[in-house]
């Protein structure tokens, strides 16, 4: 049996982080969890919270930062502002999370002799390539100031490993979806907004004519990959993408979704938006080569999966209130913890201080 070693979860409360966490926990490994609870939510969390340290604090804190990064073997780095939108409106909030959140992980992590840290980059660097698919060879031209803080931060974890040894790994995800991913933001992930908006009856908006390509990648394939990043010694300092080498439209992505649900979709078209890009589709050859990096589930599949958690998920909500929802779960909730309608599982648990931590019993 493989000795249990104790991972720091990045933005573990999140969509990407809190599945990671099952898998480790599933994995028999120890985990401490670093996130704001900004974007992030401890219903993520709501069946491993008992079984994980969490600690509330922000990644732009180094004091907070130290604190997380002490005692632990590996660093999967996940924690990010990750919307094009959000960062066109907000640049400087946008770098100060992405890029000086990562050089506080970074420069503690080689404080503490980290043996692994692997940090969660984006397809976005390449911006709108002229040759499909695309290769980690590919010159980078960003479209926005979020694909300019993740181009940023994966050339500062490049440095870290190149100047002081610190062994790194950068991952360029493509467009991740599944279980947990949040529909609520006007700058929501494609897939779980047009899920939730087909699930109310109404038409997904679409910005363009749909012809624009995305290689989806289902989360599990995403957790693979991350955790055979920690396990490859040739990996060490490499750049990979990961996604599945496929492309959909977001047209297909929507015939797709009715023959699912068994409804007619009619999207609402409207004008494109700045920053977006229209085709993105990865050779995820030198994943296969130096991670044996292999997607374990396909598009369809993921969808269908996908469909399937939200369906449940909203079941769940309709039969109570998110306080019914955590007393049901191995949350540890003391009697005297009274909830109200408004509070929220984040102050009830953890307060308001910059950084909390709490372990589960």
């Not at 610190?166 to 899920?195: C, K, M, W």
């Not at 750049?239 to 649900?261: P, Q, R, S």
Request: glycine share 8%; with cysteine; charged share 20%.
């Amino acid at each position: 049996m493989k000795e249990s070693k104790r991972y720091l979860v990045t933005g573990g409360a999140g969509f990407v982080g809190s599945n990671l966490v099952d898998e480790l926990l599933r994995r028999g490994h120890r985990v401490r969890v670093l996130d704001n609870l900004t974007s992030g939510s401890l219903e993520n969390l709501s069946e491993s919270l008992s079984s994980i340290e969490f600690i509330k604090g922000d990644i732009r804190d180094t004091w907070t930062v130290r604190e997380a990064v002490e005692g632990c073997d590996y660093i999967l780095h996940q924690a990010a502002l990750v919307s094009v939108p959000h960062s066109i409106q907000n640049p400087q909030t946008t770098n100060a999370i992405n890029v000086t959140g990562t050089l506080n992980l970074l420069e503690a992590a080689r404080e503490f002799r980290i043996k692994r840290f692997v940090f969660a980059s984006s397809s976005a660097v390449y911006g709108d390539s002229d040759t499909l698919p695309i290769t980690e060879k590919t010159i980078p031209a960003p479209l926005s100031p979020y694909a300019v803080s993740k181009l940023s931060a994966e050339w500062c974890t490049s440095v870290y490993s190149k100047v002081y040894g610190l062994p790194t790994v950068s991952l360029r995800y493509f467009n991740i979806f599944g279980p947990r991913q949040s529909p609520e933001s006007d700058y929501a992930a494609v897939v779980p907004r047009f899920i939730q908006v087909i699930s109310n009856g109404s038409n997904p908006i679409v910005y363009g004519d749909g012809k624009q390509t995305r290689d989806f990648i289902y989360i599990s394939n995403a957790v693979s990959a991350n955790l055979l990043s920690v396990e490859s010694d040739q990996a060490i300092g490499g750049v990979y993408n990961v996604g599945c080498g496929n492309k959909f439209t977001l047209n297909t992505l929507i015939e797709k979704l009715e023959k699912i649900n068994g409804v007619q979709i009619y999207p609402n078209h409207q004008a494109e938006r700045p920053g977006d890009i229209m085709h993105s589709f990865a050779d995820i050859s030198r994943a296969r080569l130096d991670l044996n990096y292999r997607p374990l589930v396909n598009f369809e599949d993921g969808l269908r999966m996908t469909t399937e958690w939200f369906k449940r998920k909203e079941k769940t909500i309709e039969s109570g209130p998110i306080t019914q929802l955590l007393k049901g779960s191995r949350i540890k909730i003391p009697e005297s913890l009274t909830f109200h309608d408004d509070d929220t599982i984040t102050s009830a648990l953890l307060g308001t201080g910059k950084s909390r931590r709490s372990k589960g019993g």
